[in-house]
């Protein structure tokens, strides 16, 4: 990136002993969309507060717009908020929310009453400027708050949960609608959420956090197709670990089975890890026999409409998994329509094509 409009630079944050963030890099692009996506505790928040100057690192350098702001206090930078309670004023309107800031600025009455009405529209709500509100729903708050954090056009966006008090349909509209508002406006945006699907549906980029680090920071589908680690493999959507051994270039050994796969990052007789996605597990010929096919044994069979999702233990070629027992889970999922036809039953032994390109590989520690 030639001329990033926010650059974290090391970034760390400790509470007394405990380390909250512990080196943080990330340049954003100008207009980008960002989510910060993690689990519970793993520093999002903290990461967004010491953005906007609501709490300071111990160590880091953040520059906006060109801009050294480490130390600049909140009321000098430039941002708006958004947080995961609405936090409107309750005895104000949905137009006084969003006046707020723009009266402090002294603009002129005609002015603010303006710049506000072009708000009120630009989230959806040109009839709603006069309810308090107690009288506007979930969402209909979260836009009005939106609305005052972008009153003042600032130069950044941040908005930490700002679906997750709402009901599913909701929070699945106005995922849409902040995307689309994001865009008309082109103000570059950091987003914190816990939910995978939003940060898919609406990121430019994830960076995904955990325990106070990015662990990977790339495209949705890079995310996806494509994980770094382990932990970003299992935090977002849902992969089958298998254990190996690797036998050789290209090759490993999985449980008995010879399988074959594109990139090993450690030498024969070094144990490694095979991840694959449920949807990319194939359901193969039942005598089939070569590279990449297992045999596996159905454990369960879960409905989830569209979609069932099979699980089965891996079956071991000489009767028996390491310990014994068919222990290693591997996740198929079917169209329902196809699971309805093959009529899969529990305790049925299959047989399995985990192909080659799906096949993701990390390193493991131990055997
Ligand atoms: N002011 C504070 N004093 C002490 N510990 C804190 C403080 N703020 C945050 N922490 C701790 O730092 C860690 C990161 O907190 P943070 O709020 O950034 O997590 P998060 O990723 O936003 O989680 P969630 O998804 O639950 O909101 C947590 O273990 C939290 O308890
Ligand atoms: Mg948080």
Redesign the pocket.
């Known amino acids: 990136m030639t001329n990033p409009y926010l650059q974290l630079e090391g970034i760390s944050k400790k509470?007394?002993q405990?380390i909250?963030l512990g080196g943080i890099y990330l340049e954003i692009e100008q207009g980008e969309f960002i989510c910060l996506l993690?689990?519970?505790?793993?520093?999002?928040?903290?990461?967004l507060?010491i953005i906007a100057g609501l709490?300071q690192q111990d160590q880091g350098v953040i520059i906006q717009g060109g801009k050294d702001i480490s130390r600049l206090p909140a009321v000098r930078r430039d941002f708006g908020i958004v947080f995961q309670s609405y936090a409107l004023f309750p005895n104000l309107t949905a137009a006084q929310n969003i006046a707020f800031g723009l009266q402090n600025l002294k603009k002129s009455p005609v002015e603010t009453r303006r710049r506000t009405e072009e708000l009120l529209d630009l989230v959806g709500l040109p009839s709603h400027g006069h309810h308090y509100p107690s009288q506007l729903s979930g969402g209909q708050q979260q836009r009005v708050a939106l609305a005052r954090a972008i009153a003042l056009s600032p130069g950044l966006l941040l908005l930490?949960?700002p679906l997750s008090a709402l009901d599913a349909q909701v929070r699945v509209s106005l995922r849409q609608e902040i995307r689309q508002l994001q865009r008309r406006v082109g103000i570059t945006t950091i987003m914190?959420t816990?939910d995978q699907i939003e940060a898919l549906t609406m990121a430019d980029r994830i960076a995904v956090?955990n325990r106070?680090v990015i662990e990977q920071l790339a495209s949705p589908s890079q995310v996806y197709r494509h994980p770094t680690t382990h932990f970003v493999g299992s935090f977002i959507g849902a992969m089958s670990f298998l254990p190996a051994i690797v036998k050789g270039i290209g090759w490993a050994d999985c449980c008995g089975y010879g399988i074959r796969l594109h990139d090993v990052p450690v030498p024969a007789g070094n144990p490694i890890q095979l991840a694959i996605r449920p949807e990319d597990v194939r359901l193969a010929e039942t005598h089939a026999m070569g590279d990449n096919i297992v045999k596996a044994r159905v454990k369960g069979i879960e409905y989830l409409g569209a979609m069932e999702r099979v699980t089965m233990g891996l079956h071991s070629p000489s009767g028996v998994t390491p310990d014994g027992k068919e222990r290693e889970v591997l996740w198929m999922d079917l169209p329902a329509s196809v699971s309805r036809d093959l009529n899969i039953s529990v305790g049925e032994l299959l047989s399995i094509h985990l192909p080659m390109d799906s096949i993701r590989v990390f390193a493991r520690e131990g055997t």
């Open positions: 509470f007394g405990f909250a993690g689990p519970s505790g793993c520093g999002k928040t903290t990461l507060r709490e930490d949960e914190v816990h956090m106070g």
